[in-house]
């Protein structure tokens, strides 16, 4: 018998399309997301991110207008699927591994979606084997002193939720798309619009990481790796090897991928 995603889905915390950038920060801060629900007029009308949050704040043509001011439709993607909920769990995997944001269903009066980090709830019920030198990716780090509109270029030009941060090789923090939405948004509510310009160039990577690291080694089973990335409610981690060097990052999305690569790796209880 194959599950269905809305056996694993949770509820899907919304917001109405004419609400500002904003109050979407503060929600996803409230409910420790990275992504929330765009309804328009109760259906769905796209799926906010970080990370859309994160291009919009740092273009040139939203400089100017403040948080508070700008739409959540700026920011919005559709890269999302909707479903009736009798999607397999093994289907939903492979569509979130190849990248879709979540996907969405309906109970009721109540909008739920499965999202990355549900399945590796259900998945590590059944020991996902394996360690994490065998799905880590490249990293990609800065400095303490590189600009914060450096790295913020750097994530979405790689396409990545976070760095880590070395000073002479070594590891001493890590910045998230989280920080620099925030940076962004503070800078843009605080500063006038005419300083802009120059004083963004003035915010350093040092002034938003977070400096307490969490982080794996290259033989860290990844039964050990999915259960700190889902007790500590982060994405992902930077991975060293036994001097202490940044290798690589792991991330949830990595770790769906290498399900659906080869499904040996994992044993059904």
């Excluded at 084997?129 to 002193?145: D, F, L, Q, W």
């Amino acid at each position: 018998m194959t599950d269905s995603i809305a056996e694993i889905s949770t509820h899907a915390p919304t917001i109405d399309k004419n609400e500002y950038i904003s109050r979407a920060l503060d929600l996803m801060d409230k409910h420790k997301t990275r992504r929330l629900l765009v309804l328009r007029e109760g259906e769905v009308y796209g799926v906010l991110t970080l990370r859309g949050i994160m291009r919009t704040l740092g273009r040139r043509r939203t400089s100017i207008i403040s948080p508070s001011s700008l739409h959540v439709t700026s920011a919005v993607t559709d890269n999302y699927i909707i479903n009736s909920g009798g999607m397999s769990v093994e289907e939903a995997k492979k569509h979130l591994s190849a990248g879709k944001e979540v996907i969405i269903h309906k109970e009721g009066d109540d909008w739920k979606w499965v999202e990355p980090k549900n399945l590796l709830e259900y998945y590590n019920v059944r020991k996902i084997e394996g360690s994490a030198n065998e799905v880590m990716i490249e990293s990609y780090p800065v400095h303490p002193k590189d600009r914060l509109i450096h790295a913020r270029r750097l994530m979405i030009e790689r396409d990545v939720g976070r760095l880590p941060v070395l000073d002479e090789g070594e590891l001493v923090g890590i910045i998230t798309e989280y920080d620099v939405a925030n940076a962004m948004r503070a800078f843009r509510e605080l500063v006038p619009t005419n300083y802009q310009e120059n004083r963004i160039r003035m915010i350093l990577v040092e002034d938003v990481m977070s400096k307490n690291v969490i982080y794996f080694e290259l033989s860290t089973p990844l039964e050990e790796v999915v259960k700190t990335l889902l007790e500590r409610d982060i994405g992902g981690a930077p991975v060293l090897n036994a001097i202490g060097d940044v290798v690589g990052m792991l991330n949830r999305r990595t770790i769906l991928r290498r399900l659906v690569d080869d499904r040996e790796r994992y044993k059904l209880s």
